[in-house]
């Protein structure tokens, strides 16, 4: 016999189970179905479409052939370019400056952290497509703000996207993220007990020291979290895709947009799987870590 | 009103045994306290009785009907939880009214009822507001009002004051007694606090690992702990237990210390026993007068109109109640009289020998 | 202390760095909607004008995609999430089902390793065959499955933090298990389940890429599509239809954000939990 409660087992199982069939449907299915697919040479039109042929490891080895996979546009490259990108955006660039604002407006309540705060959390909620715009016209060569505002200076124009692409979609996705990491530290900062730094200004440590000996090993977890999640993310991310197409001539194609580009809008699905289950395993990894990383902070 | 019947509970969560068999009679219209530390299988035992916890094995009675295996709402009981599970979105009055509405009475009935429940707890002034904007003391009494509005035929109180602070524990809890002899409806009450189960309760039982160790009147619980665990328990501060051995007519402590004993010893006594005596029925002498005990002071404390004195025997402490608010100035070395009427003697089973 | 002043002044200095930073790009949209003679420079307009919004009343397509297509793929989405999720969490919680926590870590892991491009190309597969492909329904099913996971650990979190005594005391009142869901549950569940209706919808209506695989039909693309093409698709952008436009589109969005934050904060904005 068990506890009473309101829902007998047959029920609580007739509760799971809407939810249960469209997580087997849309995450589970998905992730089994693409294994196989990535063996065969699968596509949408053609001959493969209706009579797809084993293919063994073929696609993966085309994906990996070291002769060609840096090229521009292939494979290796684009893995390239999202290390890149995931360095610079996530662990630099959001981890960074979420780390830098959290600390800046640590214990103050000011018209100055309230419009940052305001402005980052705009940033980050604002649909992709706006946002894929707001920076289209912020960079524009001829008319874009940054180029105004640079030209007060002295600075001759530049062509952002086309000079610097990579480094564009990296402070745009700075830019864009960087509010989930603040929010995220600043919980964690506030959510230390006030007596441990307190003790620590009697005994008299430095600001420096305060910040190494006291909140650094407090919010460690809390960094090691933030860092896997947004990593998680950012090289999952479809955004800069938004503002740049993944050009120019590739160079800012991302796994997902290579992935998109081989998978759904040359439909060849055999590739494209074979494409995607390289992600999926390298998120598993990462949220793997995660998940072990938040159990073992939940049984400390 | 009803009795209520325990017959061989059984309750256990994987290898605990949090109630392990236990029968228990309670009459109609009694005030039954289940005391015991945390975890001892009171709030188990209540929690089967109320229908939200199902035993493993044995039978309920509730009157002259069998509920082991009833729904709680089958078993025409109210309940008052340790957190007073207000609903948030209701009012007072709504929530006072809620046992009233399930059962499908009249809505000016259930106001008019409301509104006399409500005069008797004091809480008519709060009717129209939200448990967030209550007090403390004010929800427990709502969650009061919400148990006796249906006159049900057994209240269950599980640790009700456990979240008042001192002062407003005490008030509620001669209030409680109060209303107590007014509505007189069986009670079963599980608290901790030992002085609470004293204060209010006809019958006590005291319970430790599943077990029941006692059952009786406050009084006699108090006057006669059956068992070591009973005696440790009750009272503030509890018993005095001091191991000892017997060697004819002396009692040798762990310390080295002698104790001549002309008093008659319990037949069965021998060997190592407890010895327990509270302390109050110890007096203060002079180390050098005989019959009494050596020892060492340690501390006193002038608790307002009474002192305790807190002295070793060899590792062991024994408190000595003194009602005076002078604190006396003791030598170090002192020794300690007995009133022999008062003393206990356990066996190594922990059960008072007679 | 002449150190302390000199910090508050870089502290600070700093701050309007920050500010800047995140407002400049977002500066154009203050001003464009209501210049009639907008560029893609930021400029305040000589005069304040609605006209831009008259430009977007009178775009079919925008009009279309924003206020039907939009809004059945958000609504839908958030009906949806908001009832299952609220079900399984309420079913994981109170329920008596072995393992429960694992399989909340398990949805939560696979929920971020099947996302993105990578799990859409499996998806459109399936979409494909089972004949949703170009429908709502398509969409709506494939936003609900990845939300889903997130939503219900939210929910099964809000749940817990619930206490048992709730239903305990209503089944000692008396009340039978519906006249429980109905007086005590659903109200007490209406915050959370807030939470996450929202969060679905603003999920629903800010996705670009599901719509943009699973519906071909330009008639039935929701805005965010309509909107990416306005700006990428022909030669010169319609300056003055895009900028009110992103402000019709986003506004929604940023008012249920702004609501829900003042009354859950991070809770909500995380939508991960420790």
Known sequence: MQRRTTLSRPMSLAFISPAFLLVALFLIYPFFSIFSMSFTNQALTGAAARNPQYVGLDNYANLFDVDTWMTRGEFGSSLWITTQFVFGSALIGQAGLGM?????????RDLVRHVVYTLAIVAWITPDVVIGFAWFAFLDPTQGTLNNILSIFGVPAQDWLLQYPLLSVIVFNTWRGTAFSMLLFTSALNSISPSYLETSQVIGASRWQQFRDILFPMLQTTIATDLILITLWTFNTFTPYLLTGGGPSYQTELMSIYTYRIGLQRFEFGRGSAVAVTVMLINLLLASIYLFISRTRKTR | MASINLTQ?????????AVDDISLAVDDGQFVALLGPSGCGKTTTLRMIAGLELPDAGTIQIGAKQVTALPPRDRDIAMVFQDYALYPHMTV???VGYPLKVRGTASSEIRQRVQDVAKQLQIGHLLERRPAQLSGGQQQRVALARAVIHKAQVTLYDEPLSNLDTKLRLEARAFLKHLQREVGVTSIYVTHDQAEAMALADVIVVMNEGKILQVGSPKSIFQTPQNTFVAGFIGSPPMNLLECTIDGSVLRFTDGSRLPWQHALPTTARGTVTFGIRPEHVTIRPIDEPGTLPATLYVTQMLGGESLVVTHVGEQLVSVRLFTDEVPELPTRIGLAFDPARVFFYGADGNRLT | ??????????????????????????LWFVFAPFNERATLSVRIPEAFSLHNFEVVLNNDTAIRSLVQNSLLISGGVMILTALIATLAAYGFSRGSLPGRSIITYVLLLFSSVVTGTASLVPIFVLIYNIGMFNTYQGVILTLVGGMLPTSIFIMRDFIDSLPRSYEEAAMVSGASSLQIVRDIVFPTLRPGVLVVAVLAFVNGWGAFLTPLILIRNAAMRPAAIAFYQFYSDEGTPNIPLISAYAVLYTLPVLILYLIINARYGFRFFGGIKQ
């Not at chain 3, 202390?1 to 977002?26: C, D, E, I, Q, Y």
């Open chain 2, 9 to 17: 509970l059984r309750r256990h969560f994987g290898a605990v045994k």
């Open chain 3, 1 to 26: 202390m002449k150190s302390g002043w000199l910090l508050r002044v870089l502290t600070n200095a700093l701050g309007v760095l920050l500010a800047l930073f995140f407002l400049l790009p977002l």
């Open chain 1, 100 to 108: 830098l604002i959290a600390l800046l407006f640590f214990r103050r």
């Open chain 2, 93 to 95: 009055a709504e929530n």
